[in-house]
């Protein structure tokens, strides 16, 4: 095995590291929530805009509908959203955040500085590396023909 094949010289070695030191991370603060990670995950997207479409969500996740049914059929259970059924198109599942589901985005606020702060970068720097890894992310899917 040369140098180059070494496991710690892999970007995707690296990445997957990464991946699973970060979510470790938000693993006790997403815990105090009540919530696990690709819940906080659907969550942030709620936030961000209320009444999303089932496949709106799915490809912004990148998960399919076998994954993200049972996810969000947890988080109905969980009181945190509703599914409903477009009136203009009775095809199109929307998801809506409850008054709870709502509310967590105010306990939910620091969780993202404590991943910040536990990584060691700066605001700037955590904003670079931020964009870096959206540019690989892209890259990679229009590869792989996604």
């Known amino acids: 095995m040369t140098e180059r094949q070494a496991l710690k010289k892999q970007v995707c070695f690296a990445l997957y590291s990464a991946s699973r030191a970060a979510t470790a991370v938000y693993r006790p603060l997403l815990e105090q929530l009540g919530v696990t ?7 942030m997207l709620l936030w961000e805009g209320d009444g999303a479409a089932v496949g ?19 988080m109905e259970a969980a009181g945190l959203l509703e599914r409903r059924r477009s009136a203009a198109d009775e095809r199109r599942v929307e998801i809506h955040l409850t008054a709870d589901g709502a509310a967590l985005r105010a306990r939910a606020t620091s ?3 404590a991943l910040a702060d536990a990584a060691g970068l700066s605001p700037d720097e955590l904003a670079a590396f931020n964009a870096t890894l959206a540019k690989v992310t892209a890259a990679l ?3 792989a023909g996604h």
Not at 37 to 43: K, R
Not at 56 to 74: H, I, M
């Open 111 to 113: 969780v993202p500085s």
């Open 37 to 43: 990670y690709p819940q906080y995950l659907v969550l």
């Open 56 to 74: 709106e969500l799915g490809e912004a996740l990148g998960l399919d509908s076998g994954t993200l049914s049972p996810l969000l059929k947890r």
């Open 141 to 143: 899917h229009s590869a």
